[in-house]
């Protein structure tokens, strides 16, 4: 079983920088995909940025050159670093980890990106 907690949301400014960070509890394979979705109100969860095996990194579109993820395989971490964010950018943030063909989600954390 993998358990997932979230910490780093809150209120900030646009232009502004949050770091979000998740511990993994359980047994975590370094190879699994591991990354941080949002769900902004009335719309569906959408990926945000995922490391996965190879250290390959995936963005949306919308955060390049802005989002930055990384990961620790000692640790269980994965840590999602967000510069010059912008209103869009809000919403609640969720970590996931892919563990064979099970996804594990934690409960979120709020960002809110004010203009």
């Known amino acids: 079983q993998v358990q997932l907690v979230e910490s780093g949301g809150g209120l900030v400014q646009a232009g502004g920088s949050l770091r979000l960070s998740c511990a993994a509890s359980?047994?975590?394979?370094?190879?699994?995909?591991m990354g941080w979705y949002r769900q902004a109100p009335g719309k569906q969860r959408e990926l945000v940025a995922a490391?996965?095996?190879?250290?390959?990194?995936d963005y949306a579109d919308s955060v390049k050159g802005r989002f930055t993820i990384s990961r620790d395989n000692a640790k269980n971490t994965v840590d999602l670093q967000m510069n010059n964010l912008k209103p869009e950018n809000t919403g609640v943030y969720y970590c996931?980890?892919?563990?064979?063909?099970?996804?594990?989600w934690g409960h979120g954390t709020q960002v809110t990106v004010s203009s």
């Open positions: 359980g047994s975590i394979f370094s190879g699994n995909a």
């Open positions: 996931w980890v892919r563990q064979l063909v099970t996804d594990y």
């Open positions: 490391t996965r095996s190879g250290g390959r990194t």
